[in-house]
C-alpha cells in the first residue's frame, strides 16, 4: 500500500504490540535460569531446573514423543498427502468438490470437535489409547494441510505439461516425478512444515486421543500447570530453542545453499 | 488560445536513475495532447507528476501560470483515467461515479442530475446499479472517464486507458474518446505507446525517449516530417538510408545523388534519409532510380508489404566436396563410425579442443544394428601451427576407428571497408548421405562451414542471413559445389497494391519531396 | 491429471474413515440414549433437553460467547491499527514485521499460555510492578480479563495477518483514484480502504471467533476452576464423567453456534453495490 512518514504515535503502538508478543517468552526464558521459585525477582542465575527436567523421566519421555510423533507425522501426511493431492486434481469436478469439502472439515472444525470424534472412533473400535492412536490422529490432522498448500499448486500447472511430457516419451509415473513433482516441490516443503508444526505443537487432539502414560510436552505441561513449576519454563523453554532452531534453519539454509550455487557457478 | 500548463525543465530521478530528463512542454485549453512513446521513456511520469502522484526533482509544473508544486492530488482540478481503470470494487457504477461529487459534499439532486448526465455521456444510462466487476473492459473503460469527467476538471489524464482492450473495442472508444474530448470541450492529455492511436485522435502529438520529447507537432507533421531517426521510426513505419549532403536539395546515398527538398545541411554532412514505405513506386528495371530483388512479399489485408534488396550484403563462396564414402564398420563390436575431412584456420589451432574436432569433423559413432549412439572415447592427432594436413583418429572404446584429414590453411575471409563488415567460412568435406539427410541444411551448411559474420573491429556478431547454392539437395551426387554465404544487404520496405514475383528484378522510384532527410543522431 | 485419478482413493477410503466417521460418530452419540454401546440404539433428544433444561449450562453457553465476542473485538481494534501501519512500512520492513508477528504463532500455545501464569500470578511480575506503582496486589489470575487476555495473546496474530494482507494486496490504484477524484487522507480511508480490507477482518474474525469460542486450556490455565466455558464441560463429560452423549450433544451445540455466528459475520459483509446505488 501507501509508503508515507511514520507518526511518532504510530511506532509506539507498534513497539507495545511486538512488546505484547514477546515479552511472556522473554520471561519464560529468563525465568527457566532463576534460581528460585520466585515469579517475580531473578534472584540468580542457576541451572537447576533444567536438571530437574532432565532427571525427570516423564517430562523427557514427553519431549521424545512429541519428536518422535512429529517427524513420523510429517513424513507420513506429506507423501501421503502429495500423492492424494495429484489424484484429486485428477478427479472430476463433482468428486473433487466433496473430497476438499471433507478434507477442510479438520481445518475448519474446532479442534475439540475433531478430537472427541477420533476418541470415540477408536474407543469404539476397542483400539488401546496410546502411541498408534497419537500417531493416526496426528496424520488424519496434517494431510489437509499438506493437499491444502498444494492444491494450489496443482491448479496453477499448466494443463497440458502433463500431456507435453507424454508426448515426449515419459511414461505416467516418470511425468509425475520429473515434470509435476519438481513444479509443486514449494507446496510440498510448505506442506511439510506446516504437518511438522501442527504437530509438534498440538495438544487438544492429542489430549483426548493418547494414554498408556504416552504423553507430548503439550500435555505434560498442561497437567503440571496446576501448581507453579519452574520446570515447566525449562520445558518451555527446550521447546522455544528447539522452534526457533527449525525456523532459523529453515530460513537460513537457502541462503546458504543459494551462496554456495553462486560459488559453484564461478 | 491560453497556456494552461507548462513544464518548465523538469527532471525526476527514481534512485539515482533519471527518467525525466529536463522536459519544457506548453499544453493549451481544449487540446487533445498525446505523449507518445517506447514503455519506459518517462510519459507515465510527466502523468503522474501532473496529477500530483509524484514530486520532480528539479524544474516546475505551472497551472494558469501557477506552481502546483505540493498541492496533493484532491485538491487539483484534474482528473485521471487510470490503466487499470481503478474502479472501486464495492462500490457500484452509480456510486463510482457520484464519488468525487459526495466527497465535495454537493447536494443529492445536484449529484444525482450529473450521475445521470454522465451516464448518456457514455452511454451506460441503464448500468447504474451495476457491481463494476460485472461489467465489460469497454463498460468500465466508460464508467472510469465518466468518474472523472463528472468532477468537471480542467484536463483529464489518461494513462493507456485503452490498453487492455481488444481491438476492435479500442478503435471505437478511440472514436468515442475523440467525440466526448470535442463535446465536454476540456484538454485531455492521453498517454499511449501506439503511435496509431497517437495519430487518429490527437490535435498535438510528443514523441519522447529515454526522458526526453523528440518532436512535439501535429500528427501530420510528425508523419511527414519526422525530426529525427527515432520519431521516424516510431510514427509509422519506415526505410532509414546513409546518405550525404552533396549541397542544398541534392542527396547522395547508394552511390547515386538524387533531388530533394531540403537544405540547410553542412557540405558532405552525414544525414539519414528517411523514405516512407507508401512513397516508393516499383516499376520496371530501365525505370527505376535504384534497381533490386525483391526478397519477400507478405500480403497484409489492404496492400502487400514487398521488400526489395537494391545491393547484396558481404558474401563468401566456399568449396563443398561431396563424396559418397560410407561409415567404417566394426563388425565384431556392431559398430559403425563416420567423419569427414575439414579445414581449419592457422589461428584457431591454439584454441582447438577435442570437443571442437569431433564437432568439425561431425565424428559419430553407432551400434548397427540400433542405431543407438556410441561415444568416441579417443581422439588422436599430431598437430603443428603450419599449413598442411595432419591425420586424426577417433575410436571407441569397443575399438571402431576413422581416420580423416585436417586440413590446416589460411584464414578464408572477405573484408567489405564499405559496410564495416567481415565475413569467414572453410571449404568442407560432406558425404551424399549427410547432406540428404539433413532435416535443416542451411544451418548445418553454416555449421559446416563455420561461417561468421563481424563488424571490421570485431566487436559485433552479424547474422548471416543467406545461404546459396545451386544443387538440389534430395539428388545431390559427389562432386564439388560452390556455396555462398551472405549477410543482409541493402533492404527496402514497399507498401505495393500489386504481388511482384519474390527473385523479380524490379526497379525503384521517388520524387525528391518523398525524401526526407534528418541530422544523424549524436 | 486424469490419468492420476486412482491416486485419490486411498486418501478417499482412509478420509472417510478417520474424518466423516467420526463426526457421524458424535451425531450418533448426541441423538441416542445409553452412551457406549452401539448395539440397541435409540433415539432420544434428552441430551439437548438436560443441556437447555440446566441453568448452570445456559450461563457457561453465554460466558463462552461472551468471552469469545470480546476476545474477538479487542483482536480487531489492536489488530486492525497494527496491520494498517505495517502495510504502510517500506516493503522490506513489511517483511520482517510479518515474520515478527509470526514466529509467536509457531511456538506452542501451552507454553505461551503458561507464561502467563507466572506473569499474572500474585506474586508474579506484573503484580510487583503495581506493588512498586503503590497498587495492588490485584487478583489477576482466575478473571474474566486473565481469560480474555490469554485468548487475545494467543489469537491476535491470526487477526493481524489475515487484516494486513487484505491491505497490502489493495491496488494502490484505488488510493490514487481516491485522491484524484478529490477525497482526502481520512476520507480516502473511510471510504475505500476500509471498506475494501473487511474480507480481511471476516477472516481474521473466522480465525479468532472459532477457536475462541472452542478452548478449553486457556480458561483452565488462566481462569481457574472458577472459570467454566463450554469446552470445559465437553472436557469433563469425555474424560471425567464420560457421558459421551451429553458430550456430543453439547458440541453439536457449539458446532451449531458457530455456524450461525459464521453467518451472521458473512452477512454484515455482505456488499453494499448488491443492493444497488440511491438512485
Same mark, same amino acid.
Request: include cysteine; aromatic fraction near 10%; charged fraction near 20%.
Given at each position: 500500500?501507501?509508503?508515507?512518514?511514520?507518526?511518532?504515535?504510530?511506532?509506539?503502538?507498534?513497539?507495545?504490540?511486538?512488546?505484547?508478543?514477546?515479552?511472556?517468552?522473554?520471561?519464560?526464558?529468563?525465568?527457566?535460569?532463576?534460581?528460585?521459585?520466585?515469579?517475580?525477582?531473578?534472584?540468580?542465575?542457576?541451572?537447576?531446573?533444567?536438571?530437574?527436567?532432565?532427571?525427570?523421566?516423564?517430562?523427557?519421555?514427553?519431549?521424545?514423543?512429541?519428536?518422535?510423533?512429529?517427524?513420523?507425522?510429517?513424513?507420513?501426511?506429506?507423501?501421503?498427502?502429495?500423492?492424494?493431492?495429484?489424484?484429486?486434481?485428477?478427479?472430476?469436478?463433482?468428486?473433487?468438490?466433496?473430497?476438499?469439502?471433507?478434507?477442510?472439515?479438520?481445518?475448519?472444525?474446532?479442534?475439540?470437535?475433531?478430537?472427541?470424534?477420533?476418541?470415540?472412533?477408536?474407543?469404539?473400535?476397542?483400539?488401546?489409547?496410546?502411541?498408534?492412536?497419537?500417531?493416526?490422529?496426528?496424520?488424519?490432522?496434517?494431510?489437509?494441510?499438506?493437499?491444502?498448500?498444494?492444491?494450489?499448486?496443482?491448479?496453477?500447472?499448466?494443463?497440458?505439461?502433463?500431456?507435453?511430457?507424454?508426448?515426449?516419451?515419459?511414461?505416467?509415473?516418470?511425468?509425475?516425478?520429473?515434470?509435476?513433482?519438481?513444479?509443486?516441490?514449494?507446496?510440498?516443503?510448505?506442506?511439510?512444515?506446516?504437518?511438522?508444526?501442527?504437530?509438534?505443537?498440538?495438544?487438544?487432539?492429542?489430549?483426548?486421543?493418547?494414554?498408556?502414560?504416552?504423553?507430548?510436552?503439550?500435555?505434560?505441561?498442561?497437567?503440571?500447570?496446576?501448581?507453579?513449576?519452574?520446570?515447566?519454563?525449562?520445558?518451555?523453554?527446550?521447546?522455544?530453542?528447539?522452534?526457533?532452531?527449525?525456523?532459523?534453519?529453515?530460513?537460513?539454509?537457502?541462503?546458504?545453499?543459494?551462496?554456495?550455487?553462486?560459488?559453484?557457478?564461478? | 488560445?491560453?497556456?494552461?500548463?507548462?513544464?518548465?525543465? $523538469?527532471?525526476? *530521478?527514481?534512485?539515482?536513475?533519471?527518467?525525466?530528463?529536463?522536459?519544457?512542454?506548453?499544453?493549451?485549453?481544449? !487540446?487533445?495532447?498525446?505523449?507518445?512513446?517506447?514503455?519506459?521513456?518517462?510519459?507515465?511520469?510527466?502523468?503522474?507528476?501532473?496529477?500530483?502522484?509524484?514530486?520532480?526533482?528539479?524544474?516546475?509544473?505551472?497551472?494558469?501560470?501557477?506552481?502546483?508544486?505540493?498541492?496533493?492530488?484532491?485538491?487539483?482540478?484534474?482528473?485521471?483515467?487510470?490503466?487499470?481503470?481503478?474502479?472501486?470494487?464495492?462500490?457500484?457504477?452509480?456510486?463510482?461515479?457520484?464519488?468525487?461529487?459526495?466527497?465535495? +459534499?454537493?447536494?443529492?439532486?445536484?449529484?444525482?442530475?450529473?450521475?445521470?448526465?454522465?451516464?448518456?455521456?457514455?452511454?451506460?444510462?441503464?448500468?447504474?446499479?451495476?457491481?463494476?466487476?460485472?461489467?465489460?473492459?469497454?463498460?468500465?473503460?466508460?464508467?472510469?472517464?465518466?468518474?472523472?469527467?463528472?468532477?468537471?476538471?480542467?484536463?483529464?489524464?489518461?494513462?493507456?486507458? $485503452?490498453?487492455?482492450?481488444?481491438?476492435?473495442?479500442?478503435?471505437?472508444?478511440?472514436?468515442?474518446?475523440? +467525440?466526448?474530448?470535442?463535446?465536454?470541450?476540456?484538454?485531455?492529455?492521453?498517454?499511449?505507446?501506439?503511435?496509431?492511436?497517437?495519430?487518429?485522435?490527437?490535435?498535438?502529438?510528443?514523441?519522447?525517449?529515454?526522458? *526526453?520529447?523528440?518532436?512535439?507537432?501535429?500528427?501530420?507533421?510528425?508523419?511527414? !516530417?519526422?525530426?529525427?531517426?527515432?520519431?521516424?521510426?516510431?510514427?509509422?513505419?519506415?526505410?532509414?538510408?546513409?546518405?550525404?549532403?552533396? *549541397?542544398?536539395?541534392?542527396?547522395?546515398?547508394?552511390?547515386?545523388?538524387?533531388?530533394?527538398?531540403?537544405?540547410?545541411?553542412?557540405?558532405?554532412?552525414?544525414?539519414?534519409?528517411?523514405?516512407?514505405?507508401?512513397?516508393?513506386?516499383?516499376?520496371?528495371?530501365?525505370?527505376? +532510380?535504384?534497381?533490386?530483388?525483391? +526478397?519477400?512479399?507478405? /500480403?497484409?489485408?489492404?496492400?502487400?508489404?514487398?521488400?526489395?534488396?537494391?545491393?547484396?550484403?558481404?558474401?563468401?563462396?566456399?568449396?563443398?566436396?561431396?563424396?559418397?564414402?560410407?561409415?567404417?564398420?566394426?563388425?565384431?563390436?556392431?559398430?559403425?563410425?563416420?567423419?569427414?575431412?575439414?579445414?581449419?584456420?592457422?589461428?584457431?589451432?591454439?584454441?582447438?579442443?577435442?570437443?571442437?574436432?569431433?564437432?568439425?569433423?561431425?565424428?559419430?559413432?553407432?551400434?548397427?544394428?540400433?542405431?543407438?549412439?556410441?561415444?568416441?572415447?579417443?581422439?588422436?592427432?599430431?598437430?603443428?601451427?603450419?599449413?598442411?594436413?595432419?591425420?586424426?583418429?577417433?575410436?571407441?572404446?569397443?575399438?571402431?576407428?576413422?581416420?580423416?584429414?585436417?586440413?590446416?590453411?589460411?584464414?578464408?575471409?572477405?573484408?567489405?571497408?564499405?559496410?564495416?563488415?567481415?565475413?569467414?567460412?572453410?571449404?568442407?568435406?560432406?558425404?551424399?548421405?549427410?547432406?540428404?539427410?539433413?532435416?535443416?541444411?542451411?544451418?548445418?551448411?553454416?555449421?559446416?562451414?563455420?561461417?561468421?559474420?563481424?563488424?571490421?573491429?570485431?566487436?559485433? %556478431?552479424?547474422?548471416?542471413?543467406?545461404?546459396?547454392?545451386?544443387?538440389?539437395?534430395?539428388?545431390?551426387?559427389?562432386?564439388?559445389?560452390?556455396?555462398? /554465404? %551472405?549477410?543482409?544487404?541493402? !533492404?527496402?520496405?514497399?507498401?505495393?497494391?500489386?504481388?511482384?514475383?519474390?527473385?523479380?528484378?524490379?526497379?525503384?522510384?521517388?520524387?525528391?519531396?518523398?525524401?526526407?532527410?534528418?541530422?544523424?543522431?549524436? | 491429471?486424469?490419468?492420476?485419478?486412482?491416486?485419490?482413493?486411498?486418501?478417499?477410503?482412509?478420509?472417510?474413515?478417520?474424518?466423516?466417521?467420526?463426526?457421524?460418530?458424535?451425531?450418533?452419540?448426541?441423538?441416542?440414549?445409553?452412551?457406549?454401546?452401539?448395539?440397541?440404539?435409540?433415539?432420544?433428544?434428552?441430551?439437548?433437553?438436560?443441556?437447555?433444561?440446566?441453568?448452570?449450562?445456559?450461563?457457561?453457553?453465554?460466558?463462552?460467547?461472551?468471552?469469545?465476542?470480546?476476545?474477538?473485538?479487542?483482536?480487531?481494534?489492536?489488530?486492525?491499527?497494527?496491520?494498517?501501519?505495517?502495510?504502510?512500512?517500506?516493503?522490506?520492513?513489511?517483511?520482517?514485521?510479518?515474520?515478527?508477528?509470526?514466529?509467536?504463532?509457531?511456538?506452542?500455545?501451552?507454553?505461551?499460555?503458561?507464561?502467563?501464569?507466572?506473569?499474572?500470578?500474585?506474586?508474579?511480575?506484573?503484580?510487583?510492578?503495581?506493588?512498586?506503582?503503590?497498587?495492588?496486589?490485584?487478583?489477576?489470575?482466575?478473571?474474566?480479563?486473565?481469560?480474555?487476555?490469554?485468548?487475545?495473546?494467543?489469537?491476535?496474530?491470526?487477526?493481524?495477518?489475515?487484516?494486513?494482507?487484505?491491505?497490502?494486496?489493495?491496488?494502490?490504484?484505488?488510493?490514487?483514484?481516491?485522491?484524484?477524484?478529490?477525497?482526502?487522507?481520512?476520507?480516502?480511508?473511510?471510504?475505500?480502504?476500509?471498506?475494501?480490507?473487511?474480507?480481511?477482518?471476516?477472516?481474521?474474525?473466522?480465525?479468532?471467533?472459532?477457536?475462541?469460542?472452542?478452548?478449553?486450556?486457556?480458561?483452565?490455565?488462566?481462569?481457574?476452576?472458577?472459570?467454566?466455558?463450554?469446552?470445559?464441560?465437553?472436557?469433563?463429560?469425555?474424560?471425567?464423567?464420560?457421558?459421551?452423549?451429553?458430550?456430543?450433544?453439547?458440541?453439536?451445540?457449539?458446532?451449531?453456534?458457530?455456524?450461525?455466528?459464521?453467518?451472521?459475520?458473512?452477512?454484515?459483509?455482505?456488499?453494499?453495490?448488491?443492493?444497488?446505488?440511491?438512485?
Amino acid at each position: 500500500m501507501m509508503k508515507k512518514k511514520r507518526h511518532i504515535p504510530a511506532k509506539i503502538f507498534a513497539g507495545l504490540m511486538i512488546a505484547f508478543f514477546y515479552l511472556p517468552i522473554l520471561y519464560t526464558v529468563v525465568f527457566s535460569f532463576n534460581e528460585s521459585r520466585s515469579l517475580s525477582v531473578f534472584s540468580g542465575f542457576s541451572l537447576k531446573w533444567y536438571e530437574k527436567m532432565f532427571n525427570n523421566s516423564d517430562m523427557m519421555d514427553s519431549v521424545f514423543y512429541t519428536i518422535a510423533i512429529a517427524v513420523l507425522a510429517t513424513v507420513i501426511s506429506t507423501v501421503a498427502g502429495t500423492v492424494a493431492a495429484i489424484g484429486i486434481s485428477g478427479t472430476n469436478k463433482v468428486l473433487k468438490g466433496i473430497v476438499e469439502q471433507i478434507n477442510n472439515l479438520p481445518i475448519m472444525n474446532p479442534e475439540i470437535v475433531t478430537a472427541i470424534g477420533l476418541l470415540m472412533l477408536f474407543s469404539s473400535l476397542a483400539v488401546s489409547k496410546g502411541f498408534t492412536t497419537l500417531l493416526l490422529a496426528h496424520v488424519m490432522f496434517c494431510i489437509p494441510y499438506v493437499i491444502l498448500s498444494i492444491m494450489p499448486k496443482l491448479r496453477s500447472l499448466d494443463p497440458n505439461i502433463l500431456d507435453a511430457a507424454l508426448d515426449l516419451g515419459c511414461t505416467p509415473v516418470q511425468a509425475l516425478i520429473k515434470v509435476i513433482v519438481p513444479q509443486i516441490t514449494s507446496g510440498i516443503f510448505a506442506g511439510a512444515l506446516i504437518a511438522f508444526t501442527m504437530s509438534f505443537d498440538d495438544f487438544v487432539i492429542s489430549y483426548f486421543v493418547t494414554g498408556n502414560g504416552v504423553n507430548n510436552i503439550s500435555i505434560m505441561i498442561y497437567t503440571m500447570a496446576k501448581r507453579i513449576n519452574p520446570t515447566i519454563n525449562a520445558l518451555s523453554s527446550l521447546i522455544i530453542a528447539i522452534i526457533t532452531a527449525v525456523l532459523l534453519i529453515l530460513n537460513i539454509t537457502p541462503i546458504i545453499l543459494e551462496k554456495r550455487k553462486e560459488k559453484n557457478g564461478k | 488560445m491560453n497556456k494552461l500548463i507548462q513544464f518548465k525543465n $523538469l527532471v525526476k *530521478e527514481f534512485d539515482s536513475q533519471i527518467v525525466l530528463k529536463g522536459i519544457n512542454l506548453d499544453i493549451y485549453e481544449n !487540446e487533445f495532447v498525446t505523449l507518445l512513446g517506447p514503455s519506459g521513456c518517462g510519459k507515465t511520469t510527466l502523468l503522474r507528476i501532473l496529477g500530483g502522484f509524484l514530486e520532480p526533482n528539479e524544474g516546475e509544473v505551472l497551472f494558469n501560470g501557477e506552481n502546483i508544486a505540493g498541492i496533493p492530488p484532491y485538491k487539483r482540478e484534474i482528473n485521471t483515467v487510470f490503466q487499470k481503470y481503478a474502479l472501486f470494487p464495492h462500490l457500484n457504477v452509480y456510486d463510482n461515479i457520484a464519488f468525487g461529487l459526495k466527497i465535495k +459534499k454537493e447536494p443529492k439532486d445536484i449529484i444525482e442530475q450529473k450521475v445521470m448526465r454522465m451516464l448518456r455521456l457514455v452511454g451506460l444510462e441503464e448500468y447504474g446499479k451495476r457491481r463494476v466487476t460485472e461489467m465489460s473492459g469497454g463498460q468500465q473503460q466508460r464508467v472510469a472517464i465518466a468518474r472523472a469527467l463528472v468532477n468537471e476538471p480542467k484536463v483529464l489524464l489518461l494513462d493507456e486507458p $485503452l490498453g487492455a482492450l481488444d481491438l476492435k473495442l479500442r478503435k471505437e472508444m478511440q472514436r468515442e474518446l475523440k +467525440k466526448i474530448q470535442q463535446e465536454v470541450g476540456i484538454t485531455f492529455i492521453y498517454v499511449t505507446h501506439d503511435q496509431e492511436e497517437a495519430l487518429t485522435m490527437s490535435d498535438k502529438i510528443v514523441i519522447m525517449n529515454q526522458g *526526453e520529447i523528440q518532436q512535439i507537432g501535429s500528427p501530420t507533421d510528425i508523419y511527414n !516530417e519526422p525530426a529525427n531517426r527515432f520519431a521516424a521510426n516510431f510514427i509509422g513505419e519506415s526505410n532509414i538510408i546513409d546518405g550525404i549532403m552533396i *549541397e542544398d536539395r541534392r542527396v547522395m546515398f547508394e552511390d547515386n545523388i538524387f533531388d530533394c527538398v531540403d537544405k540547410g545541411f553542412a557540405k558532405d554532412e552525414s544525414v539519414d534519409v528517411v523514405i516512407r514505405p507508401e512513397d516508393i513506386d516499383i516499376v520496371p528495371v530501365k525505370e527505376g +532510380k535504384l534497381t533490386g530483388i525483391v +526478397k519477400s512479399v507478405l /500480403f497484409k489485408g489492404v496492400h502487400y508489404e514487398t521488400i526489395v534488396e537494391t545491393k547484396t550484403g558481404t558474401a563468401i563462396t566456399v568449396q563443398m566436396t561431396v563424396s559418397d564414402a560410407k561409415p567404417v564398420q566394426n563388425l565384431s563390436a556392431d559398430e559403425s563410425m563416420s567423419a569427414n575431412d575439414f579445414y581449419i584456420d592457422i589461428s584457431d589451432i591454439p584454441e582447438l579442443t577435442i570437443a571442437e574436432i569431433i564437432a568439425r569433423a561431425d565424428a559419430q559413432a553407432w551400434k548397427t544394428s540400433t542405431e543407438e549412439l556410441v561415444s568416441i572415447t579417443k581422439v588422436d592427432y599430431e598437430l603443428k601451427e603450419e599449413k598442411g594436413s595432419y591425420p586424426v583418429t577417433f575410436s571407441t572404446a569397443a575399438g571402431t576407428m576413422d581416420t580423416i584429414h585436417m586440413i590446416v590453411a589460411d584464414e578464408n575471409k572477405v573484408e567489405a571497408p564499405k559496410t564495416n563488415e567481415v565475413i569467414y567460412a572453410v571449404n568442407i568435406y560432406k558425404t551424399i548421405d549427410d547432406i540428404k539427410e539433413s532435416i535443416a541444411l542451411d544451418t548445418d551448411l553454416k555449421t559446416w562451414a563455420n561461417a561468421q559474420a563481424w563488424t571490421s573491429d570485431g566487436d559485433t %556478431s552479424i547474422a548471416i542471413t543467406d545461404v546459396d547454392y545451386d544443387f538440389v539437395p534430395e539428388n545431390i551426387e559427389t562432386g564439388t559445389y560452390p556455396i555462398t /554465404f %551472405s549477410t543482409r544487404g541493402y !533492404e527496402y520496405k514497399i507498401d505495393t497494391t500489386q504481388e511482384h514475383k519474390v527473385g523479380d528484378r524490379v526497379g525503384l522510384t521517388f520524387t525528391p519531396d518523398d525524401l526526407h532527410i534528418m541530422a544523424k543522431e549524436g | 491429471m486424469k490419468n492420476f485419478k486412482t491416486l485419490a482413493y486411498p486418501y478417499i477410503v482412509w478420509s472417510a474413515a478417520l474424518i466423516v466417521l467420526p463426526m457421524l460418530l458424535i451425531v450418533v452419540y448426541a441423538f441416542t440414549k445409553e452412551g457406549n454401546s452401539v448395539i440397541n440404539i435409540q433415539f432420544t433428544f434428552d441430551n439437548f433437553a438436560r443441556f437447555f433444561s440446566d441453568k448452570v449450562f445456559f450461563d457457561v453457553l453465554k460466558r463462552s460467547l461472551y468471552i469469545a465476542v470480546m476476545t474477538t473485538v479487542v483482536c480487531i481494534l489492536l489488530g486492525y491499527p497494527f496491520a494498517y501501519i505495517i502495510a504502510q512500512m517500506k516493503p522490506r520492513s513489511q517483511v520482517v514485521m510479518v515474520f515478527i508477528v509470526t514466529i509467536p504463532t509457531w511456538i506452542n500455545m501451552l507454553v505461551r499460555t503458561y507464561a502467563w501464569r507466572g506473569m499474572l500470578d500474585k506474586s508474579g511480575i506484573i503484580n510487583s510492578l503495581l506493588g512498586l506503582m503503590g497498587i495492588g496486589p490485584v487478583r489477576l489470575l482466575e478473571t474474566g480479563f486473565a481469560v480474555i487476555l490469554g485468548m487475545v495473546y494467543n489469537f491476535l496474530p491470526f487477526m493481524i495477518l489475515q487484516i494486513y494482507n487484505s491491505l497490502s494486496k489493495m491496488d494502490y490504484s484505488y488510493i490514487e483514484a481516491a485522491s484524484d477524484l478529490g477525497a482526502d487522507r481520512v476520507q480516502t480511508f473511510l471510504k475505500i480502504v476500509l471498506p475494501l480490507s473487511i474480507p480481511g477482518v471476516i477472516s481474521g474474525i473466522t480465525l479468532v471467533f472459532l477457536p475462541a469460542v472452542s478452548s478449553f486450556f486457556i480458561p483452565k490455565l488462566l481462569g481457574g476452576g472458577k472459570y467454566v466455558l463450554i469446552g470445559n464441560v465437553i472436557e469433563n463429560q469425555f474424560l471425567t464423567s464420560g457421558d459421551w452423549g451429553f458430550g456430543s450433544a453439547i458440541s453439536l451445540i457449539m458446532a451449531v453456534i458457530i455456524i450461525i455466528s459464521m453467518h451472521i459475520t458473512k452477512k454484515l459483509d455482505r456488499d453494499p453495490s448488491k443492493e444497488g446505488g440511491n438512485i
